[in-house]
């Protein structure tokens, strides 16, 4: 599968959300989101530009996890462009326990409360980190997310295919407060440092 997305700030997540009632979008999913990515102990994946993660998806009637690989990356007319393969895992539990025992290691977290919805062949999710801006991350064809953006009425300018580190070195520049992506940097543990942010 080819996986195609752009991302902005959001400054009225309420109004955007109000938006995307409004032009129809489905809303699929509201609930906390976590990601788990997992290298070597010496950093094979991160070195070749690949992603083992594994994705828990936490909400009021259950739990579900997907684990996904993502091959490197790719900027095709202004998107970001990964392939990516993903396969359903439960609760994610046991998936975790068997990445550990084949010698895997947690190098990288990602906390956040999203809503998430679909537009016309477009995933559109409203991620509210612990502490950093929120952001629209918007996935489909080209086309299907172009039409996504504009019915969100979002300035087109605004989304980029820039990756989160990015948005969190922006938001720590403009603010001049350090970023928090995880419940863990939140509570002051930055054990996974700046650059795999």
């Known amino acids: 599968m080819r996986e195609v997305e752009l991302k902005g700030v959001v400054a009225d997540p309420a109004a955007l959300r ?11 999913f509201r609930g906390m989101m976590s990601d788990r990515r997992y290298d070597r102990p010496r950093g094979d994946l991160l070195r070749d530009d690949h992603v083992l993660r594994l994705r828990v998806y936490d909400e009021a009637h259950g739990r579900r996890a997907v684990l996904d690989w993502k091959g ?8 970001k462009v990964r392939e990516e393969l993903s396969t359903p895992c439960g609760d994610g539990a046991a998936t975790a326990e068997i ?4 010698g895997y290691v947690i190098v990288h977290e990602i906390d956040r409360e999203i809503e998430q919805f679909e537009l016309d062949g477009a995933v559109l999710r409203i991620e509210r980190y612990p502490r ?8 489909g064809t080209p086309e299907a997310i172009e ?19 990015d948005f969190v070195a922006r938001y720590e520049a403009r603010t001049g407060t ?4 995880s419940a863990r940097e ?5 054990r996974f440092g700046p650059a795999l942010r």
Do not use: K
Request: no cysteine; aromatic share 4%; net charge negative.
């Open 186 to 190: 939140l509570n002051g543990d930055h």
């Open 18 to 28: 109000a938006r995307l009632l409004a032009a129809g979008a489905r809303d699929v």
């Open 72 to 79: 490197p990356t790719e900027h095709d007319a202004g998107f």
């Open 132 to 139: 950093m801006d929120v952001l629209l991350e918007v996935e």
């Open 99 to 102: 990445l550990a025992r084949l």
């Open 178 to 181: 350090m970023a928090a992506v």
């Open 147 to 165: 039409s996504a953006i504009a019915a969100a009425g979002l300035p087109r300018g605004e989304f980029s295919s820039e990756r989160l580190a």
